[in-house]
């Protein structure tokens, strides 16, 4: 893992998780950095190891071993009595927690698991610091019970901090209903565009066969009326599976509850899921406009804006009041051009198609401010990591645009690190890989289509990912920049570092001077490119990321697709930031989770559930923060689309006071974030933080939130008037309701 990660990782103390309670904790491990095979041998005397605790990384603990290996051995010694308490005595868990950033772990000598692959092993290196290891071990007789036993583990580091961390680190002795585990997916069904398809795997993760019974119940979690009901018999051999598919409504939230009865020792275990649902009611027909009302644009600079309008096309685009020096394409709704004359014009976009017309006030602000509301697009990180290539952009950039979310406003299609040659062209100006082979063709193909091109640097020699950064060549790159059409610059200090270790004055001058070097040389360009600090908050640049003209600054380390990382850098970090952002500079509480990610070339689904995805994207909305999409959108789901194309969402995030929400209420479990829009309503997050489903009671806070009268409710995903006297709401788990109220 990269510097960057390293407050998140400060902020995981508390790491929960293991299924089951640890029956063994351990604490401590002796540690060796160096690469050596026989060090997994249980009898290999470590005895003039360090001794180190594995719930700290190492480099809190003074051992730096970046691009390299470390061994850890942890010793334990299992009471025999742990084993005669289980049913199986067969198989064993060993719970390792989080291990930064790839590890290949032992057990007496034998192989216990592997996750993540270190440069050595076959594919590109992966790091997987985020993922917990649970590794079964099948055979209880090749533990010493009672004597000494040793877990080696090999973990490669690919860059500073790394090893192991979080707590609860432990052996569990299972019984024989602990082999059970359930995965479930769900998807679209072609066939029935009303229903989702729910699919439903169990999994014997033991060698000894399970026979049970399996109650399947969907129930409607607000009224607990039981939408269906199924039964089967389970008689699954080791480590086979069995798949049960079933379909469910799509528009409605929905609870299953899965009851496993194991017939042989008559013990039960319960796994409640919440299957996907879309609350985003379907698009009209008619031509609606759904995005930014306002944009700023430097005198002189070349404007690119696609009117963020769905509809059936084609379509027919009209504007009343356009300024002179700019056109706005009838077919495409592409409107363009540059003006020397700085003002707000006042704009009247027009659309139509076939189902009707609409009619949407503009403004158009000529002066040194950009970025006035929100970013949004997407970006390559959160899928491919450092895998991304010109096709995967491309494949992306296609889909936003003929899935429609072009329609919504997501326009800044950026590339993320790996884009960059091994070496400076003779003159020293950068040069892109062979994975990108023409750069400024993807510009242009991207401004024709009406979107704009992103791109990331390092104000240190190199990037986060080992790519060449702009140190020393500032100027030229942003020159390359300009020639290339890029509209948005991710500048990450990582690289910085090594300059900033050296520096006598550490004060917050030393994180400024970096960035103003390269806001100048942007500035100097002849057109708008919006500067987006990335440097994980260090020295509050939340207080002087205005004086860099930076248009957003990331506040945190890198988020990941967990609700802790959701809580720690949306929730947490966010809490008090909201006196510094306003039109052209935003906090940046990192790209969005959603979809299929993976942060390299193997994608999966979002670890965060149905609600966990509602309440990510209502606070990123609340906290007007870049909406940057960081999934694979080739591969977009109907709800997935839902999630990030509602514009009734989109208007607050997009809202042109551009105000950020405060948490006025935390108690206990319910927080309630507040934001004034500019129309003078206010939208309102009710988080139910809890691991249950709740009721909350809105009206309790009205006090602690400033609303003495409420005139009315809106809910916004669900695009509905709601009653205004019965506010008590049901509430998933780590989910939300949004709404938009007017108030006295
Ligand atoms: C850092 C940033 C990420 C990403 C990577 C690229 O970790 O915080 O968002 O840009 O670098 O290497």
């Not at 000494?148 to 432990?170: C, E, F, H, K």
């Not at 990180?381 to 952009?393: E, P």
């Not at 509480?589 to 959603?594: F, I, K, N």
Request: aromatic fraction near 12%; glycine fraction near 8%.
């Amino acid at each position: 893992m990269k510097k960057i990660v390293l407050c998140i990782i400060a902020l995981m103390a508390v790491f929960l998780n293991p299924t089951w309670a640890q029956d063994l904790l351990f604490h401590e491990a002796k540690v060796r950095v160096g690469d050596d095979p026989s060090w997994k041998d249980p009898k290999f005397d470590d005895s003039g190891w360090e001794t180190v605790s594995i719930h700290k990384l190492l480099h809190d603990q003074g051992i730096s071993f970046p691009h390299t290996f470390a061994w850890y051995r942890i010793h334990f010694t299992p009471s025999p009595d742990l084993l005669k308490k289980s049913d199986l005595r067969q198989a064993l868990i060993f719970n390792l927690g989080l291990i930064d950033d790839a590890d290949q772990s032992y057990i007496n000598g034998y192989f216990l698991g592997k996750t993540g692959r270190n440069p050595k092993d076959d594919g590109e290196e992966q790091s997987m610091w985020d993922t917990e290891r649970v590794y079964v071990f099948g055979d209880a007789s090749k533990i010493n019970w009672g004597g000494d036993n040793v877990i080696a583990i090999r973990v490669y580091n690919g860059g500073d901090p790394g090893g192991m961390l979080s707590t609860g680190q432990g052996l569990i002795v299972p019984n024989l209903i602990d082999g059970i585990n359930v995965a479930w997916e769900e998807t679209d069904n072609p066939k029935a565009p009303q229903l989702l398809t729910c699919r439903i795997t169990l999994l014997n993760k033991f060698a000894k066969a399970q026979k049970g019974k399996l109650k399947i119940t969907f129930t409607d979690p607000e009224t607990d009326k039981v939408l269906s009901k199924h039964e089967k018999d389970i008689n699954l051999k080791g480590f086979r599976k069995t798949v049960f598919t079933t379909n469910y409504p799509k528009y409605k939230w929905s609870k299953v509850e899965l009851v496993y009865i194991d017939k042989v020792y008559g013990k039960t275990r319960t796994f409640v899921h919440y299957p996907k649902y879309i609350l985003t009611p379907k698009e009209p027909e008619k031509s609606r406009y759904n995005g930014a009302v306002v944009y700023g644009l430097r005198p002189g600079s070349p404007l690119i804006f696609r009117l963020p309008v769905s509809g059936v096309r084609p379509m027919r685009f009209s504007a009343e009041n356009l300024p002179e020096g700019f056109h706005l394409d009838a077919d495409k709704g592409i409107l363009t051009g540059s003006t020397d004359k700085s003002g707000a014009y006042n704009i009247t976009l027009k659309a139509s198609n076939a189902y009707g017309s609409m009619e949407q006030k503009f403004t158009l602000k000529v002066d040194n401010n950009i970025g006035l509301t929100p970013a949004m697009g997407w970006n390559s990180w959160n899928c491919w990591g450092l895998s991304v290539s010109q096709d995967k952009v491309l494949s992306s950039a296609k889909a936003l645009l003929d899935k429609g979310f072009g329609d919504y406003g997501y326009s800044y299609v950026i590339i993320d690190d790996s884009w960059e040659a091994k070496e400076r062209k003779a003159d020293g100006h950068i040069a892109a890989n062979e994975k990108f082979p023409d750069m400024k063709g993807l510009g242009d193909w991207l401004h024709n289509s009406g979107l704009k091109l992103g791109i990331y640097s390092s104000p240190g020699a190199y990037t986060c990912g080992h790519y060449l950064g702009s140190l020393g060549h500032e100027m030229q790159d942003a020159e390359t920049y300009n020639e290339w059409g890029v509209d948005y610059l991710k500048y990450d200090w990582c690289g910085y570092s090594e300059v900033w270790d050296t520096l006598k004055d550490q004060t917050v001058a030393s994180y400024v001077r970096p960035y103003l070097l390269m806001e100048e040389k942007l500035r100097s360009q002849p057109r708008d490119i919006w500067y987006g600090l990335c440097q994980y908050g260090m020295g509050d640049v939340w207080r002087w990321g205005h004086a860099v003209d930076a248009n957003s600054w990331r506040t945190t380390g890198d988020i990941t697709d967990s609700w802790r990382s959701v809580c720690e850098i949306g929730f947490d970090a966010e809490a008090n930031l909201y006196p510094y952002a306003e039109p052209g500079h935003w906090n940046d509480p990192d790209m969005l989770c959603v979809g299929k990610v993976g942060w390299g070339s193997m994608l999966r689904d979002t670890r965060l559930t149905t609600d966990e995805q509602y309440s990510h994207i209502s606070l990123w909305a609340l906290l007007a923060a870049n909406m940057l999409i960081g999934c694979d959108l080739s591969q977009i789901d109907d709800f997935t689309q839902g999630l990030l194309c509602n514009n009734e969402v989109i208007a607050v995030d997009q809202d042109p006071l551009g105000k950020q929400a405060k948490r006025d209420v935390k108690d206990g479990d319910v927080q309630i974030w507040k934001r004034i829009l500019s129309d003078g309503s206010y939208a309102v997050g009710i988080f139910n933080m809890s691991e249950e489903e709740m009721n909350i009671d809105f009206s309790k806070y009205f006090a602690q939130c400033g609303i003495h009268k409420l005139n009315s409710i809106r809910d916004l995903w669900r695009q509905q008037d709601l009653d205004t006297t019965k506010v008590t709401y049901h509430v998933a788990p780590h989910g939300v309701r949004f709404v938009r109220i007017t108030c006295e």
